[in-house]
């Protein structure tokens, strides 16, 4: 801990948006406002794009009721980037800061950001220019260590729990097989959401559940949904966008090489997967090759939808998400050079969490993977699960059936 | 008019799904009861299967708690069925009310449905067997002639306007050209939709609107994105599932056909467009060969998700339903023989709606198209369609934006 540095903040938005990322940019200027910060407070428009070339946004004077709105307002309101820096982006950026006197540094991301936080952190350093780095968690996944879940992922879940709900009613209305892709490269935690719906003593899907921590085998699959078929005479089965073969080749990119097809990567190497329906409709024309001609088999791709839809959020998820970031602010302006924000349960019987500070190496470009345990069969999420997300996800809509159903 | 029947009612729900599909089963029952009918009330599942096999289900004393509840529920949780009814299916059905002594006969759905309720009525007259028949109107297409609109539209119409605020939203922090498939096989009401949440003063998208009333030229679409990515480094795309091309044939089709393969139809002779990313997939193919590598085109297609999702309606389409639902119990109480229920707008300052009694043969198999004034170029939507559209819809949610954007 050193004596908090004078100076202006900045606060980037990195990755995928979600519903409350922009309740965590509020929470970070609360944060300081709370802690009598007397500089200026910058939004970077498009994450290190902005940081790297000075476009800077002035939060400074936002009156309180703007800054509800923007918190209220889902995605990346300052816009984001999936720039994985380089070097020389880096020193572009330190540069910015010293002409804009920026001390503090506030990146709100997943993994790759907190990994930026630390390269930036460090470069500063080494150019001998003093500055506060924080990184506030952010992803739909929830795949940060250290943090029992992250903003952005219980609003996620919500929307996937909510849209099987649905769904599932949907296919006992008119039954056959419906596949549907949910957002997940390395981890299931968003996928296995999908379950939180379901009402015991029903027939409610999800009846199958794929996720990237167990390995995928098509005919495994298709087996599968045979049985649940000839069961109950439909199937609702949920699968992760980042299911993979035994041997780790991911099942899209597996789907686009058979096809002839090129997979698009991002700067941190990252395969494509979200933005096509490919899978979906792969998995469909396998169920509907298994099953014969005359089955009814549909496949959704749920998409961008499950990370920015206006106006559905879990309350706690929006309420953690500003917390964070005021935390992190806290932490900087109380002189703490740097540290990431981790979420962390409260063993107890009521949900309970603390932000507590954590090393930016220990989050940086690691990966939470959904507990083996809570894995049924490779095909079903456990009670556990359940558990774990209730709190988190809120309150879900109540249904009811007609005798039988 | 003659004197009402004694005997029993069944109520059935036929085609796809709706958010509030169930108010309006809901709203038979308690029309039912409010005229003092003595008789059971039946659901019938799955619409004309169970009606041709006897599956009927027991409503008549569910308790008030339990029908609101069922009534919040979405999707058809009477169950649902696509048969359209040959002669002897029908004469099968009328066998069944015979047995049952069911004299009022409730059938919920779009214009496939209503034209299934009026064979049924003159079935019945023709075997000598008099009962009640009534049509209530249900369709997320909007497509029913002689409504302003139709219970079902309202929710799922709020369900895309939140999904394109968000992602709209989602695309201005990751800019590049985003495609959504909505729902709508000839009517591109649904898609329309995708305008209500744009921000007068804002680069709010989406800025492109193709629905089925404009013919869809793949190279002149092609050419309309790359203008605007080229005035503001991104677009957003709006495109009913039913777009064709100016011979008629559906764009999904011959995607279809292109790659070889058969597409699937319905027993009413429509092609299978929901429940794959094909023709989404394929318009992003078609818009990233036109602008070149590089250039990030991602693509979703809503599919049952706006028609089902639970715990999203328009509190006036959920009112609506219910009372459509009513009023054809009234009517058919009140000794008219058969007719479907009109929702009628009052003309006037504040929005009102009246539910009139229309002819079955007025209604049936007939299809309400998106007034040609209010598509813009070929690719966007009017402000009329908005003044139409929005109490209808009701109130979406409050964003912000930073400056410049």
């Known amino acids: 801990m050193t004596t908090p540095l004078q100076g202006n903040a900045v606060i980037g938005q990195s990755g995928g948006p979600t519903a409350v990322i922009n309740q965590s940019a509020v929470g970070v200027v609360e944060g300081l406002k709370a802690a009598s910060f007397a500089g200026k407070i910058f939004g970077a ?177 298709c087996k599968d949904v045979e049985a649940k078929v000839k069961e109950i005479g439909r199937c609702v089965v949920a699968v992760s966008e980042g299911i993979h073969d035994k041997d780790g080749a991911p099942m899209a990119a597996k789907l686009a090489a058979m096809q002839g097809k090129e997979v698009e990567k991002d700067a941190h190497g990252n395969v494509q997967l979200s933005g096509s329906g490919a899978l979906a409709d792969f998995l469909a024309a396998a169920v509907k090759a298994h099953l014969g001609e005359g089955a009814r088999v549909r496949a959704d791709t749920f998409g961008y939808l499950q990370r920015s839809f206006a106006g559905l959020v879990s309350e706690n998820d929006a309420k953690e998400a500003r917390a964070a970031g005021a935390k992190a602010a806290e932490l900087a302006c109380s002189g703490i050079s740097n540290g990431s924000i981790a979420i962390q349960r409260v063993e107890g019987d009521t949900y309970q969490v603390e932000y507590n500070r954590i090393e930016l190496t220990d989050v940086a470009a690691k990966t939470q993977h959904l507990p083996t345990g809570w894995i049924v069969n490779g095909n079903d999420i456990s009670d556990d699960f359940v558990k774990y997300a209730a709190p988190i996800v809120g309150e879900l809509p109540v249904t009811e059936r007609v005798d039988g159903w």
Chains 1, 2 share one sequence.
Request: proline share 5%; with cysteine; charged share 25%.
């Open 45 to 221: 428009r498009h994450a290190v794009d902005g940081m790297m070339s000075g476009d800077f946004l002035d939060l400074t004077d936002w009156p309180q009721d703007r800054l509800d709105r923007f918190a209220g307002t889902p995605s990346s309101g300052l816009g984001s980037s999936r720039r994985k820096p380089k070097e020389d982006d880096v020193k572009a950026m330190v540069e910015q800061f010293q002409k804009f006197d920026i001390r503090y540094f506030f990146y709100i991301g997943g993994n790759d950001s907190s990994d930026t936080c630390r390269i930036v952190s460090e470069t500063a350093t080494a150019m001998g220019y003093d500055m506060h780095a924080f990184h506030v968690p952010k992803t739909v996944d929830n795949d940060l260590v250290l943090n029992d879940h992250t903003p952005g992922w219980g609003s996620a879940a919500k929307f996937v729990a909510q849209a099987f709900m649905g769904d599932g009613l949907d296919n006992q209305a008119l039954p056959g097989v419906k596949i549907n892709v949910v957002m997940g490269r390395h981890a299931g935690f968003l996928t296995a959401a999908s379950v939180l719906g379901r009402r015991p003593g029903t027939n409610d899907g999800p009846h199958l559940v794929y996720v990237p921590e167990a390995d995928f085998d098509a005919d495994q699959f």
